[in-house]
């Protein structure tokens, strides 16, 4: 038995009037959307199933946490950006269940519509639903160290780091050194590009943005701390751009701690190195995990006895066969962030929006090969490929690795922005950007420092 | 004895050492903002007090509400506008308490930094917290019912607008036409200028905006209604006007319900006529109430038994004298929609922006005739200079009223619009928000169609 054969639905045969079938995608980020756009000439029926209503350019989310963008900015609506691709049915709904048997999507909670117990039957199924961060299981720490997936996430950052300057400022008035101090502490956790980029910009805020603001406080006297456990920042780079990244953010003002983990974290401040340093904001870019549907498919039981069982990794994430299909289930894939791949050569896939996009692209291009009555793994297996590895610091500061050729520093700087504003959806969006970035830039003001939503984060 | 020269402050005389005279302004809005830098170079040491970072331009929060503009788009930080003003200190704190006698602020809860129990101590106060929404006394319809003031009121009301069109996508694709129908029922109570923009522009969004967006529904079907109980809309308007903005309100296609209270309001919708009508989105645009420190300053015993008792009106706005100071009260001032003043021609000085600006400078300009010394009286009463009435229908639907020159429909908007920009704080602002609707106004979109911050409203 042929198991990609068997997944082609029997309305893929050219001429028959039995209607088209359906896919259905589960997210709408880099992985979801690309599979999407790529299947617009098909003869599928799409239903794109999102719990928020927009699709996010996270690589930008660091500067809606940090006031430097504002929230639509970086972020617009699927349905706007699929409204001329008449084969998708957008939902905003929350998926609660997956039911790999009867080819089922349960939909409900939060995002949903309609009843409660609405259900969306597919043919194929593509899940891309990402990741979210984790706290290695001290989801205690959670409450006291916001992380950084979501524009809610990015507001309640922008929230509190803007806030704690006006708390600072409060103590100081009022004679309290030791609350000052701890209000005016900032630590990020985890080095990896979202730390490395909170831990440049709030240097950069406490520095310049804020600079004659106050009156009590000289925010220039802010301690940024970014704390990494493993020997360096920016693991995924090679060692010299990660003494350049570690050296730019010394310039800027950050203070750099590597091999140590965080002992704990609380209301308080966090333990570092047996000691506890009162601080009254601490930003998580630590963990990663992935969504709670990849727990949802590995729960469900093996077909029959010769199916092979569904499998996550270490970070929750779905083993996938090479052409990302589910093992014993080739009508259902998974990309982004969620699915796990080792590739031919024994490198993983990296968890990042390039390898996404493709894997989305790849998952349209399998489909299309079936639609089309091409031979099982015609499509061959995915292959990432990479263009290069971008990080930026702040200010002028970045690396930048493609493929050997390594800079740093204002070079790189530029080149991540031209990347990153090409990339950044919709014409729109690319011009204001770059408006907001060309002001903020001469000025060094950012204009989003607007503290708002502060309905659910009323403890601070 | 002269109440006036009693609240000069010692420490005005030229060339004596003693500190400046403390001055606290509560409220960052147009009364206190413009007060403040009024009183730029004067020998005062002036503390302004808000729960909000940022200075507000209300006058378009209803493009916040309706995912036109985002919120950093017309809010600023109260710190970064007042930077350069040495004599400022900006206190992000909610006001817990007045004490006239001890001439104290209490600060604490939400937005205060520091110990709870902080005070401030004053020479002269002036009071400008503004005016919130209200319900006429049925605050169980406010959780059905948002209304408009601040900015999580507008993302408020911004998410559900744009929710509801999810949920009825939802509710047709499952087959339920009457659920559909409810959630495509948008109704507006008040007919003032807030509701007339939100009704005029909700008619937009469902008419041209959301265009070919859907799969189930076709949003221009949407019912947008706006109910008002009085006789016509724009009540502050010569009939004539209102009888224009009518039509260009259902030429948007706004059906305009006059001369009918809404009896009701809940989960479900709304009474009106004796009947109940399904309508999941209910906004509020109709009731305004004084700022709660009304009532805490008319709470205050007379101080002595010559001196007047403070009043409040039927609004809760508190009873100034003509040169806005608290009667029996010298040292306390009440300016912008707080205070409620009688002119010497007879007519009540209106709760509008141009009359807040107006009142924070006539404050400033009494405080500074009593540092130099001149007699009581000599800064006259206030006296509110009409330059014009605006009020904006939708697109490129507005109604002018310039002292007798009365202007409606595509040249109204554009004088609408030239004043709004224009009178937007900071460059960056207008710059901005001039290419972000030129891009809306080409294209129907709303580049701020994003929901976000949906914590503290998990029921929709």
Request: proline share 7%; with cysteine.
């Amino acid at each position: 038995m042929n198991p990609t054969a068997q997944a082609a639905p029997p309305s893929a045969t050219p001429g028959t009037a039995s209607p088209p079938p359906r896919l259905v995608v589960i997210g709408g980020g880099f992985a979801g959307l690309w599979a999407v756009r790529a299947l617009a000439r098909e003869p599928i029926a799409i239903t794109l199933v999102d719990r928020a209503n927009h699709h996010l350019f996270q690589p930008l989310l660091y500067q809606v946490a940090t006031a430097g963008l504002s929230a639509p900015d970086i972020a617009a609506p699927l349905r706007h950006i699929l409204r001329a691709q008449a084969n998708v049915d957008v939902r905003l709904a929350e998926v609660t269940g997956i039911d790999l048997g009867a080819r089922r999507v349960r939909l409900g909670g939060g995002g949903s519509g309609g009843s409660a117990d609405d259900t969306l039957a597919y043919d194929v199924l593509l899940v891309a639903s990402g990741a979210a961060h984790a706290y290695f299981g001290r989801d205690d720490w959670a409450a006291h160290a916001p992380g950084l997936k979501t524009l809610d996430d990015a507001l309640t950052i922008r929230r509190r780091v803007l806030t704690a300057f006006e708390r600072a400022e409060a103590a100081a008035a009022s004679g309290d050194a030791a609350g000052r101090d701890a209000w005016l502490h900032f630590a990020v956790v985890g080095g990896g590009p979202t730390g490395v980029e909170l831990a440049g910009t709030l240097a950069e805020i406490a520095h310049h943005t804020l600079k004659r603001e106050f009156r009590h406080i000289d925010p220039s006297r802010a301690r940024v701390r970014l704390v990494e456990a493993g020997p360096a920042v920016l693991a995924s780079f090679p060692p010299p751009l990660q003494a350049k990244a570690r050296a730019q953010l010394e310039r800027l003002g950050v203070e750099v701690v590597t091999g140590t983990p965080v002992g704990g974290i609380d209301a308080d401040g966090y333990r570092l190195g047996g000691r506890h340093h009162d601080c009254r904001t601490v930003l998580w870019a630590a963990g990663v995990a992935a969504s709670p549907l990849g727990a949802m498919l590995a729960a469900t039981p093996a077909a029959g006895s010769g199916s092979p069982a569904i499998e996550l990794d270490r970070a929750g994430r779905v083993k996938v066969r090479p052409d990302l299909s589910l093992p014993g289930h080739p009508e259902v894939f998974v990309a982004g962030d969620l699915a796990s791949l080792v590739q031919p050569d024994g490198r993983p896939v990296p968890g990042i929006a390039p390898a996404a996009k493709q894997m989305g692209r790849h998952v349209a291009h399998v489909l299309r090969a079936r639609l089309a009555g091409r031979p099982a793994g015609s499509a061959g297996p995915f292959v990432y490929r990479d263009y290069g590895n971008l990080a930026t610091i702040g200010r002028m500061a970045a690396v930048v690795d493609l493929r050997g050729l390594r800079i740093s520093g204002l070079l790189a700087w530029w080149f991540w922005l031209a990347a990153h504003v090409f990339f950044l959806i919709g014409f729109r969006n690319r011009l204001l950007v770059l408006l907001n970035w060309a002001w903020a830039y001469w000025t060094y003001q950012r204009h989003a420092r607007i503290v708002h939503g502060g309905a659910a984060d009323k403890d601070v």
